[in-house]
């Protein structure tokens, strides 16, 4: 066929890229995007772009950053915020390395403990424990109390930056060990037999070997780990650590005001710090798939433990155990504790906690179930959509909004709070009569924006579990686009959608970061800033705890629940397959 | 691949000390169990110094659980394992001097080919200086020195499985053992990397122990194979012994296609006959009189028209036409036969339904008397 002219070809077609003719699923993904755009991304290049500007004239400047370096306040917190990132995720190696080093490579019957290490801390977010923590490991605390009364010294395990890398590390390992057990058990054991073959064994076959294919799922929980305590707010501010950067940028905004630069250029750092982390950590894996499983073969070889061994695995495991149970135990003791002050346990037991915090909290938990529930309901409605968009459509640009959902995690809560008040201070909510920045609304959609994209991973395992040719059977049978979506897809992705709600939602509701930026008056907090409040004054301490107790009860039955989803739809579907 | 560099490299300028060193293995007694289950049984075999040995049998028979016994993987067996005259029963793997090529080949994706194919060395400790050659030479020896410095997911199949036993062989051990190393290779491939292996074989005179599922894959490349079944050694011999005179009904059905028919065998002064349980008396050249099963290999059967003593009435139900052969499905001797006429331009063809005589090759009928396999 003779080449048709080029100007042909684009003039047929220059209109349709001109003026697409917007299809439903285009019209949602443009709303979408909309919505992203709005709330995700002008916030946070608002922030970037106030960093570099003078307060007074508005031109762009590097002076904030000159002046953020020149104060010592300033250099100490951004010093402490590494530092503190960084011992948290040796901290956390150290826990996570030898649980993850006995599930993979013995036959250790005590592996079911291990496990439910790996979730009890995510269960309870670092904040709410951290009080606790202080009264079990603080200079005056119970662990110490006992130590100087039997030995004569104590350890500082909570004193200043110390308390937060505890918190933290105890909080966090799950994510190093998940992560590294899954790419220990992702070894075959052909890999290891062949070093053996070749001669090597012990420590060198480890270091050779073992440790490299590891390392992978090792960075890519480190990373994370090291993002996440980089960017906590709620934690440091309990434990009344004000010289690291979140605090930093939250005081400057609260104290001072949302024209202060300072919040903003620790905002910027903030971010870049995540980015970084999170593009080293691609940059170290990319192409370094090192599943090396085979179809029938097994994980690395797993030997018996001789009896001394034993033991000290299960020394090992129960000690962790100890520790990563201590703000549990902590926080319960608190809440139903008289009073705790220079003892090793509370005076005496009571429920008055209890009936204060349900005769102060239940605005606090209404706002909640109010702005979480929201916030999930909006978060498993786009990530269906962008899930479908981008598994079952060709739309322009779908990547770009997954990436743009997905960049959420990526963001502070802080930088976006911050962001959040800059765009809106100077908006007024019709009707309501006064500024969006203090409109309870814009916690919901910070929440929403946060944790979207975990109803985003739910919702597009869902979906890529629903086979193509379900849906090309209904439209086959005469089915709109629509309806086979409504009718069809929906319905078969229920369980999924489900748990990712619930996950959003149990996550959303102990949220703090960003929520603590936006929260204008007490009548509008929600639980997490109820928890704040309370524990900023001894005698508040056990209604505070009672409060927590009550955080901890909702993620952990959230977490429950979407599991068990998860699980009852997987058996469901492998009884489908069966028959 | 060029003889005359690699005669320079290293690793094969020791070509003739290394024909000097090949060693045997003796193996006596075996047995092996995954807790309770008994997955190898009394295992016996001799393997003679340079042979190319093939391990024959289906899915499940033990023949990946004895290579690994032998190269110290698995269980601790019962039994005496010998290589090279040396007891290694109680010897871990890596103090053993056997190469293994795994079936995954079990290249290290975090290493490059030269660094995959020099760990073996550097776990020798071989100087510095003599490393870098021998891996080249190594590389020589299957033809991929260019590949030298990519990483092994950058690599084909083929091309994998040739770095696997570039690293197993520069550490030149004392055995080579293969468990079904064509197996995830395509067709072609396999063909090719068959005659490959074998070369290479001859060329190092390495006592190479070959495990396949596949009886061509054992039939085309082994000296000497044993044939497994549950655990057990059925019967050891060159592929043509185990072929033409297999010891029971299992080796029988499973190298190559056979018709078995069940019956006794009968002697009337000089003349042996095999009766079927239907009746018909086929000819045979010797046997012991008693129960047992016949065994009739597809292309010793003859397809006649014209009956008479000694032949078997039957009726043609199917016919395959494979090329070089016809292949019929005759229902004789209450029993549906496979015989393969061969092929060539002429050849009269017989319609599905016509009534034939099948006439058998008296000389090449094997008779396996009852309680000798299933
Ligand atoms: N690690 C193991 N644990 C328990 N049973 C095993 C293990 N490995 C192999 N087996 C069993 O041993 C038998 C022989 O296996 P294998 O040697 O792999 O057979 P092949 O290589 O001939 O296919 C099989 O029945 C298999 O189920
Ligand atoms: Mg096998």
Same mark, same amino acid.
């Given at each position: ?579 | ?224 194979? #044993? ?8 019967? *050891? /011999? %060159?592929?043509? !012994?185990?072929?033409? =005179?297999?010891?029971? @009904? ?84 209450? #029993? ?8 060539? *331009? /002429? %050849?009269?063809? !017989?319609?599905?339904? =016509?009534?034939?005589? @099948? ?16």
């Amino acid at each position: 066929m003779p080449d048709t002219p080029a100007t042909g070809n684009l003039a047929d077609k220059l209109p349709s890229a001109l003026f697409p003719r917007l299809s439903a699923t285009a019209l949602v993904a443009v709303l979408i995007a909309i919505i992203l755009i709005g709330l995700l991304l002008i916030p946070v290049l608002l922030v970037i772009y106030v960093a570099f500007q003078d307060p007074n004239t508005g031109a762009l400047t590097l002076n904030n950053f000159r002046d953020f370096f020149s104060s010592s306040l300033f250099r100490e917190s951004f010093w402490n915020s590494f530092y503190v990132s960084a011992m948290s995720v040796v901290i956390a190696t150290a826990i996570a390395l030898p649980l993850a080093y006995i599930t993979t490579r013995f036959n250790f019957a005590g592996s079911i403990l291990i496990q439910s290490l790996g979730f009890i801390p995510l269960i309870m977010p670092p904040f709410v424990g951290a009080v606790a923590m202080q009264l079990i490991f603080g200079r005056n605390g119970t662990v110490n109390l006992l130590l100087r009364d039997s030995f004569g010294f104590t350890i500082p395990f909570m004193d200043g930056l110390n308390g937060v890398i505890l918190v933290q590390s105890i909080h966090y390992f799950p994510f190093i060990l998940i992560n590294l057990s899954a790419s220990l058990r992702n070894i075959d054991r052909s890999m290891e037999e062949a070093a053996q073959n070749l001669g090597s064994h012990g420590m060198r076959l480890f270091r050779r070997i073992v440790f490299p294919l590891a390392m992978p799922g090792y960075i890519a929980g480190a990373a994370l780990v090291f993002i996440k305590v980089f960017d906590d707010l709620g934690t440091p501010l309990l434990l009344n650590v004000n010289n690291m950067l979140a605090p930093q940028a939250f005081l400057r905004i609260s104290s001072i005001g949302i024209s202060d630069p300072m919040g903003y250029v620790i905002s910027f750092i903030l971010v870049m710090f995540s980015i970084f982390s999170l593009w080293a950590s691609f940059l170290f894996m990319r192409g370094k798939d090192y599943a090396t499983v085979q179809k029938g073969g097994g994980g690395l070889s797993r030997r018996d433990l001789k009896l001394g061994e034993k033991i000290l695995a299960y020394g090992v495991v129960l000690l962790i155990l100890a520790f990563v149970l201590s703000p549990h135990i902590g926080l319960t003791l608190l809440a139903f504790g008289t009073i705790w002050s220079f003892a090793p346990l509370p005076d005496g037991y009571t429920l008055k906690n209890f009936v204060t915090m349900w005769q102060t909290s239940g605005q606090y938990i209404s706002n909640t179930i109010l702005y979480a529930g929201l916030a999930a309901l909006a978060d498993v409605i786009i990530g269906t959509a962008i899930a479908y968009i981008v598994l079952r459509t060709r739309i322009f640009g779908r990547k770009a909004l997954d990436y743009l959902a997905t960049a959420a995690l990526a963001v502070p809560g802080v930088v976006l709070g911050i962001g959040y008040l800059r765009l809106f201070h100077g908006i007024e909510v019709p009707f309501v009569g006064k500024p969006m920045a203090s409109w309870w609304v814009i916690i919901a959609l910070a929440l929403m924006i946060r944790r979207l994209p975990y109803a985003l991973r739910a919702c597009t395992a869902a979906l890529q579990q629903v086979s193509v040719a379900l849906e090309e059977a209904a439209e086959n049978l005469g089915a709109t686009k629509g309806r086979t979506i409504r009718r069809v897809v929906i319905p078969l992705m229920t369980a999924g959608i489900l748990a990712g709600f619930v996950t959003s939602f149990a996550t959303a509701a102990v949220e703090l970061s960003a929520t603590i930026m936006l929260v204008s008056s007490d009548a509008d907090a929600p639980l997490a800033y109820g928890i704040y409040l309370f524990m900023q004054t001894p005698s508040g301490r056990g209604a505070g705890a009672a409060l927590g107790l009550v955080a901890v009860l909702i993620v952990g039955l959230g977490t429950f629940i979407s599991q068990l989803i998860v699980e009852r739809d997987k058996k469901y579907r492998m009884n489908g397959q069966d028959q | 691949m060029n003889d005359s560099t690699q005669l320079e490299a290293p690793a094969v300028a020791k070509n003739g000390d290394m024909k000097q060193r090949m060693v045997g293995i003796e193996i006596e007694n075996l047995h092996l169990s995954f807790g309770q289950t008994e997955v190898l049984s009394g295992v016996d075999l001799t393997i003679e110094p340079g042979e190319f040995f093939a391990f024959l049998g289906p899915s499940g028979s033990g023949k990946s659980t004895l290579l690994r016994a032998i190269a110290g993987f698995g269980p601790r067996p019962r039994g005496m394992i010998r290589i090279g005259g040396r007891d290694v029963i109680d010897l871990p793997p890596w103090k053993r001097n056997v190469g293994m090529v795994f079936q995954s080949y079990a290249l290290w994706p975090h290493l490059s080919v030269r660094e995959n194919v020099a760990f073996g060395l550097r776990e020798l400790r071989f100087p510095r200086a003599e490393i870098g050659p021998r891996v080249d030479a190594a590389l020589d020896l299957v033809g991929l020195r260019d590949l030298a410095d990519r990483m092994p997911n950058q690599l084909s199949g083929g091309q994998q499985q040739r770095i696997a036993l570039a690293r197993t062989v520069v550490v030149e051990p004392q055995v080579l053992l293969l468990d079904e190393p064509l197996s995830n290779l395509d067709a072609n491939l396999r063909v090719q990397m068959r005659r490959e292996l074998l070369a290479l074989q001859r060329k190092l005179g390495l006592t190479t122990i070959f495990v396949t599922h596949d009886q061509e894959e054992a039939n085309t490349t082994s000296d000497r194979m #044993a044939v497994l079944d549950g655990g057990v050694i059925q019967q *050891v /011999g %060159t592929p043509q !012994q185990l072929y033409d =005179a297999p010891c029971n @009904l299992f080796v029988a059905g499973f190298l190559g296609t056979a018709n078995i028919l069940e019956g006794r065998v009968e002697r009337d002064g000089e003349a042996v006959r095999f009766v079927t349980t239907t009746g018909e008396a086929l000819p045979i050249a010797e046997a012991e009189p008693g129960r047992g099963s016949i065994v009739l290999r597809p292309q010793n059967i003859t397809l006649t028209t014209d009956g008479g003593p000694g032949t078997i009435a039957g009726e043609v139900v199917h016919r395959e036409f494979l090329g070089s052969q016809i292949r019929y499905i005759v229902q004789a001797a209450g #029993a549906e036969i496979i015989v393969d006429q061969s092929h060539s *331009v /002429g %050849t009269d063809w !017989q319609e599905i339904g =016509a009534k034939v005589s @099948l006439r058998i090759n008296a000389r090449t009928a094997v008779v396996i008397p009852r309680g000798h396999g299933a």
